[in-house]
């Protein structure tokens, strides 16, 4: 697809480390992990390629429209990307999940940066560039950093859309901060009581070879499936940072309380739910759940994908989000007419309540 071609070479040329070098660190070193996945060379050498990778990115961002910018808050100073900083465009807010950071969000944010001011902020303790004060944190002062970025960035309501733990996020903050909040889109949420702690139990004792089998329930669309390089670099990078030490924190921190179950009544703004059929890190309970306990949602299957909608899924969220935000009106600029032009998106369905046979 054009679109990975492009990174592709923005990332060749603006990495630190020589790709010669970096394809003979995968081949040599990297790719035989699976035998030895804990090997300290093997973890020293792919976190230089995340960290030279991510600065890369950054780069390519700033230099498309995405400024760089940090605002200190309580927690420490968060960086954030940020489209216009000027514009009074409303903004749109992406939050991202377990383990990843903003750039996760680069295609979406691409395909809708000239509709609105686009705000992609990375949570601390992830894979992206904030730096916290403590070396744990909490869901609640994780919900908290997300409020002081939004009053800082502006006096008006915004919209929001979160993935997975960015999900649970946008669903705290929209049920005990409304009046920031404008819209909802919800990506493959987290943040209920049904299966309660699974999550935390399947990575603290994740393995390198238990996590090659939940790999396809989480980003299961092509391409990171099947391209062979990709899928095995994305692999690697996904299950470093799910095993990391302050994802395994934030888990063990996770109360019954800071779960969503009684709050959802309250979530009165419109909003929209994408969930990914093929989901295999969260229980599909959880769509129904939210269906039926939110007054004002619209919900639906994305067939043939798994967690990970932005990434899996780029069209699917940009047609939807580009609806349930009325921007139909504001044409598509050209990076979105190109990935209209050679990508389709996957089917969608209703989430129908009476479908779901299961107690919960």
């Given at each position: 697809?054009?679109?990975l071609g492009?990174?592709?070479?923005?990332?060749?040329?603006?990495?630190?480390?020589?790709?010669?070098?970096?394809?003979?660190?995968l081949?040599y070193?990297?790719?035989?992990?699976?035998k030895?996945?804990?090997?300290?060379?093997?973890?020293?050498?792919e976190?230089?390629?995340?960290?030279?990778?991510?600065?890369?990115?950054?780069k390519?961002?700033?230099?498309?429209?995405?400024?760089?910018?940090?605002?200190?808050t309580q927690?420490g100073?968060m960086?954030?990307?940020?489209s216009?900083?000027?514009?009074?465009?409303?903004p749109?807010?992406?939050?991202?999940?377990l383990?990843?950071?903003a750039?996760?969000?680069?295609?979406l944010?691409?395909m809708?940066?000239?509709?609105?001011?686009?705000i992609?902020?990375?949570l601390?303790?992830?894979?992206?560039?904030?730096?916290?004060?403590?070396?744990?944190?909490?869901?609640?002062?994780?919900s908290?950093?997300?409020?002081?970025?939004?009053?800082t960035?502006?006096?008006?309501?915004?919209?929001?859309?979160?993935?997975s733990?960015?999900?649970?996020?946008?669903?705290?903050?929209?049920a005990?901060?409304?009046?920031?909040?404008?819209?909802?889109?919800?990506m493959?949420?987290?943040?209920?009581?049904?299966?309660?702690?699974?999550?935390?139990d399947?990575?603290?004792?994740?393995?390198?070879t238990?996590f090659?089998t939940?790999?396809?329930?989480?980003?299961?669309?092509?391409?990171?499936t099947?391209a062979l390089?990709?899928?095995?670099?994305?692999?690697r990078?996904?299950?470093?940072?799910?095993?990391?030490?302050?994802v395994?924190?934030?888990?063990?921190?996770?109360?019954p309380?800071h779960?969503?179950?009684?709050?959802?009544?309250?979530?009165?703004?419109?909003?929209?739910?994408?969930?990914?059929?093929?989901d295999?890190?969260?229980?599909?309970?959880?769509?129904?759940?939210?269906t039926?306990?939110?007054?004002?949602i619209?919900?639906?299957?994305?067939?043939?994908?798994?967690?990970?909608?932005s990434?899996?899924?780029?069209?699917?969220?940009?047609l939807?989000?580009?609806?349930?935000?009325?921007?139909?009106g504001i044409r598509?600029?050209?990076?979105?007419?190109t990935?209209?032009?050679?990508?389709?998106?996957y089917?969608?369905?209703?989430?129908?309540?009476?479908?779901n046979?299961?107690?919960?």
């Amino acid at each position: 697809m054009s679109y990975l071609g492009l990174s592709s070479n923005i990332l060749a040329k603006n990495t630190k480390l020589n790709r010669f070098i970096r394809l003979n660190l995968l081949k040599y070193i990297v790719r035989p992990v699976r035998k030895v996945e804990d090997h300290d060379v093997i973890k020293s050498t792919e976190i230089q390629l995340d960290k030279s990778i991510s600065i890369a990115f950054k780069k390519y961002l700033n230099a498309i429209g995405f400024q760089s910018k940090k605002i200190p808050t309580q927690f420490g100073e968060m960086h954030y990307y940020d489209s216009a900083p000027n514009s009074n465009l409303t903004p749109l807010i992406f939050i991202h999940g377990l383990g990843s950071s903003a750039q996760s969000w680069w295609i979406l944010a691409q395909m809708l940066e000239n509709k609105r001011r686009i705000i992609m902020p990375d949570l601390f303790h992830m894979a992206g560039f904030s730096k916290a004060n403590n070396p744990v944190m909490d869901f609640l002062e994780h919900s908290k950093s997300i409020v002081e970025l939004i009053k800082t960035i502006t006096n008006e309501k915004v919209d929001i859309c979160g993935l997975s733990l960015g999900g649970w996020i946008s669903l705290h903050i929209s049920a005990t901060e409304k009046e920031l909040i404008n819209k909802v889109i919800l990506m493959n949420p987290a943040g209920l009581k049904i299966n309660l702690f699974a999550l935390r139990d399947t990575l603290t004792y994740l393995s390198w070879t238990k996590f090659q089998t939940l790999y396809p329930g989480i980003m299961k669309a092509f391409p990171y499936t099947g391209a062979l390089f990709l899928s095995k670099t994305a692999k690697r990078a996904l299950f470093r940072n799910l095993k990391s030490e302050h994802v395994k924190d934030l888990l063990k921190l996770s109360k019954p309380e800071h779960f969503m179950d009684n709050f959802l009544s309250k979530i009165k703004c419109p909003v929209l739910l994408l969930w990914g059929r093929e989901d295999q890190l969260l229980s599909n309970q959880i769509p129904y759940v939210l269906t039926e306990k939110i007054p004002n949602i619209k919900a639906l299957w994305v067939e043939k994908c798994a967690h990970v909608l932005s990434l899996e899924a780029p069209i699917n969220c940009y047609l939807e989000i580009n609806h349930f935000l009325n921007l139909f009106g504001i044409r598509d600029n050209p990076f979105t007419k190109t990935l209209l032009s050679v990508s389709k998106p996957y089917p969608t369905n209703p989430i129908e309540i009476k479908e779901n046979n299961h107690d919960y």
